[in-house]
């Protein structure tokens, strides 16, 4: 925990001070050095697609989205350091799914669940992600349900409204199920 | 069932989406044979997708997904000028690039054009000086800060939940200082939040209150068109049924408002159409969620509704094709033809494998004000099934040009009409 503090101030050290190579360990003591984040409520980045990276750390950047850590090591970043670092980032291998076997009931919930709201339709077949869309299998369980609960609650600002359309009709309890059975696919 | 209208059975299935209950269905006990062939058994439909039974159609699925335009604009050399069609005559250069998320268009009295964002953060002013335009921020921060009008010197600015405004603003374009917040009696919703505002020959700030959803009971308060007065008192609803307008303008004659209407989702490839309605009664009620264009009720929210309820568009403007921002044609640079005909900006449909949109529509009216015909004006953003280009707004200058603003390339582009002056460049 003390390397990551430390590395998360060197993170949010002015972003002339660092190259972007130097900075990448910073990330990625929260995130996960191969992909996989190990740190509760933060998302494994491994086989995200680059443009849906790019426009996070725009919003992150202009504070479009207020994560105060994130808008904190974006800060003074160039729109080319935003595309290199995306880039770099895009690069990790996709996260392992959860180990511990699926729920039967809660994955049927969510086998009903994702072709009624369409989730197939942009995340993927294999819920693998694509352009702006995020990669969901294999994602913490953790954060796939903050996450679907700030798309409900309206307290986490889409780049688009896609994603609180789709959870306008999603309940509590349907959450919990889609969390469960997506951070178990590969 | 042949194997192709099983295939588009199952399609349709997915498209509707209904729970998956043909996962669990077993099949009915054959009938005691009485002669004839008997009906053949339903089987559960195939999957292309081995052992997903939720993805019926995987290839269909993925052009029916949303479509996110860039966060940086295109750098000006890349713009699509060259690719772009009007009618013999009319030509269309760059106004200005480098906006990224260009939507709404206003013209401030001294000529300042202002440009909005919804997707970003911020309100631009482009000042022509000497030929030479000057795009500069004006205001950042904001929450999908859509929504412009202007009245007398004052811009003012329609967020997600607030309307604020900035006084004096082309007297001091370098040091605006913060907007002023007038109004904010708005719930925060993120599906449909951002708003369209324009200034009525009444005076007051017209704004939408767009349903927080594709389809669904809207709240009291949302899914209408309002209008309030400058200091933001006198709130006042305008027009109800509204699903998501995000452009109206007031006929230059009669004085009413005409507004475009955003379709539901999700329903059919082909229905149903977006709208152009007429206002000819405060609080008339459009249909949204019981009856789409004017002819036929919702599958889930229209059982015991008539569409005889409700008032009916004043024309069909295609299938999910995203009709926003429009403008009656004002100006005298353009023929005669088009005097008093309305300029509609259609975004282009997502929710659709053949896309229709991505241009800018003519529409002409009889002299009762209701509609003539409609073509084509400016096309060209759609080539083959994708956008390069996705125009949002439209912009009747003094001079008679109109500017139309792209927000997936992040510029304002100028059409202009024979050997009138070309402005700068």
Wanted: glycine content about 10%; charged content about 25%.
């Amino acid at each position: 925990m003390i390397v990551a503090a430390a590395l998360i101030a060197a993170a949010v050290l002015p972003a002339s001070a660092q190259s972007l190579e130097e900075r990448l360990p910073a990330c990625l003591a929260c995130h996960g050095e191969k992909g996989q984040s190990e740190t509760p409520e933060v998302p494994s980045l491994g086989g995200m697609p680059e443009f849906y990276l790019i426009i996070q750390l725009y919003m992150f950047r202009e504070k479009l989205r207020a994560v105060e850590i994130m808008n904190d090591v974006t800060k003074g970043l160039s729109d080319d350091d935003l595309r290199k670092l995306a880039g770099m980032i895009a690069n990790l291998p996709p996260p392992k799914p959860a180990g511990d076997p699926a729920d039967p009931a809660r994955a049927q919930q969510a086998l009903e669940l994702i072709p009624q709201n369409r989730c197939n339709f942009c995340h993927g077949a294999n819920f693998a992600g694509d352009q702006n869309v995020p990669r969901l299998a294999g994602q913490r369980e953790d954060y796939l349900v903050k996450t679907l609960r700030e798309y409900k609650t309206n307290t986490r600002r889409g780049y688009d409204a896609s994603m609180a359309d789709v959870m306008y009709p999603i309940g509590e309890n349907d959450i919990l199920a889609l969390a469960h059975y997506l951070s178990r696919q590969r | 069932m042949t194997a192709a209208l099983r295939a588009i059975a199952i399609a349709a299935i997915g498209a509707f989406a209904a729970a998956p209950s043909w996962a669990q269905q077993s099949p009915a006990p054959a009938a005691p044979a009485a002669g004839g062939t008997p009906m053949p058994i339903h089987q559960p439909p195939p999957t292309t997708v081995p052992g997903r039974p939720d993805i019926p159609n995987a290839e269909v699925n993925a052009k029916l997904r949303g479509i996110a335009p860039p966060p940086l604009p295109a750098p000006e050399d890349k713009l699509p000028v060259a690719q772009l069609k009007l009618p013999k005559g009319f030509k269309i250069e760059v106004f200005a690039g480098g906006i990224a998320n260009a939507r709404s268009l206003r013209l401030g009295d001294k000529g300042t054009v202002f440009v909005s964002n919804r997707l970003l953060d911020k309100v631009y002013a482009v000042v022509d000086r000497g030929g030479k335009r000057d795009v500069k921020v004006i205001a950042s921060g904001l929450d999908r800060p859509n929504g412009l009008a202007f009245h007398k010197g004052t811009l003012y600015i329609a967020e997600g939940t607030r309307i604020s405004k900035l006084e004096n603003i082309e007297d001091k374009l370098d040091d605006p200082g913060k907007p002023v917040v007038i109004y904010s009696d708005f719930l925060n919703h993120q599906s449909h939040g951002w708003k369209f505002m324009g200034l009525g020959p009444d005076e007051k700030l017209y704004v939408n209150v767009g349903s927080p959803c594709n389809i669904c009971e809207p709240p009291e308060t949302n899914g209408q068109i309002r209008r309030i007065n400058l200091d933001g008192g006198g709130a006042e609803v305008v027009a109800r049924g509204v699903r998501n307008s995000v452009g109206f303008d007031w006929h230059p004659v009669t004085r009413e408002l005409y507004f475009t209407d955003n379709g539901r989702d999700w329903l059919s490839e082909d229905l149903p159409n977006d709208e152009l309605n007429r206002v000819t009664k405060v609080g008339q009620h459009f249909g949204f969620p019981y009856c789409h264009q004017g002819d036929f009720t919702d599958r889930e929210m229209g059982w015991g509704r008539s569409c005889d309820e409700f008032e009916k568009p004043v024309a069909l403007l295609g299938p999910h094709s995203a009709a926003l921002g429009m403008r009656f044609y004002t100006g005298t640079m353009f023929p005669k033809e088009y005097r008093n005909a309305i300029f509609i900006a259609r975004h282009g449909s997502w929710n659709k494998t053949k896309k229709i949109g991505g241009d800018i529509i003519a529409v002409k009216l009889n002299r009762d004000g209701s509609v003539k015909s409609w073509e084509p004006f400016l096309t060209g953003f759609l080539q083959n099934n994708e956008y390069i280009g996705r125009p949002v707004d439209v912009l009747v200058m003094k001079d008679g040009a109109l500017l139309v603003s792209d927000d997936h390339s992040g510029a304002v582009y100028r059409i202009s009409y024979g050997n009138a002056r070309v402005a700068g460049r």
